[in-house]
């Protein structure tokens, strides 16, 4: 028998909540990069959490409707740092998409789904193996789907792995792959490129993730004139892939969406520990999808450019 998860939005609330009230032992905040995640972890026991909110504005579906989209994510947990420079991380994260379709033509008449909730648990390990080389790997499990999604079926896997050398002061940078599962789909291999080059005193370039509980690697120049301010442009590829319930358009069906975000983006620290941003910024190349339980496509369209605003927090202690 087929378990099932009705994660309603209340549930998802209490996730958050609870991630939100673990603040006071925050030791690592997910950034954008490692440069930008401020002072090194302290030696020991902490906790950490970073989340955010963006809101998408409505844009045109070519051959028919539009749609808009609230997201949400928060994400925290312990993290152990020794004194050799070794740390491992429980990460557990819980992310809501909540869309909006109109029109009476086209994709958008269809309303494919509502709704979508990712619940997701991963164990960064990341480890120091001389004074140049450092060795990270990240194991991750996640739900992906509507509330009344079959929890097995929406199931999925991933790991990331790599190395990093530093060259100086100024520039570390390594090679990497990632490896992830998808739902009705082939296996995915990511190369990944690790760069932190402080080009300046105050100017940066990283590659990294972005805030959000969709998969896909980045770029971002960071440039920092005060301790408490900073201010950043880049870009990334997302990508949300997840299973629909019994009672929609498409029983157990697949949605996908796909979009490749644009964003400039504020930030003050109120300490070195904790940051609070506003981002705004136009989705270009979008994609949305629908395909059967079994991953065949019904329906696949591009949609205009999306404009977005939103608002970023981390906190480490």
Known sequence: MKGKINFNPTCGMIISLFLLIAVPTIA???????RNAGPASKIGWSVFT????????DTDIDNGG????????VQGGPSYVSDKGTSISLAVGYGFDGYNFSGNTGFGSRNPWEDIHSLRFSIPLRWKINEQWTGFVSPTIRFTGE???DFDNALTGAGFAGFSYRYSDSLTIGPGIGVLTQLEDSTRVIPILIINWKITDT????????IGATLGPGLTFDWRPSRVWSFSIGGRYERLRFRLDE?????NGIGDDLSFPIFGGIAYSFTPMIRIGVLGGVEVGGELRLEDENGNTIIKENHDPAGFLGITFSARF
């Open 28 to 34: 690592e905040a997910g950034k954008i990069s490692e």
């Open 50 to 57: 970073r989340g955010g909110y963006v809101h998408q504005m």
């Open 66 to 73: 539009s749609f808009s989209v609230n997201r949400f994510f």
């Open 147 to 149: 509330k009344e999604a």
């Open 203 to 210: 100017l940066s370039l990283n590659t990294g993730r972005g």
């Open 247 to 251: 009672e929609g358009t498409v029983p």
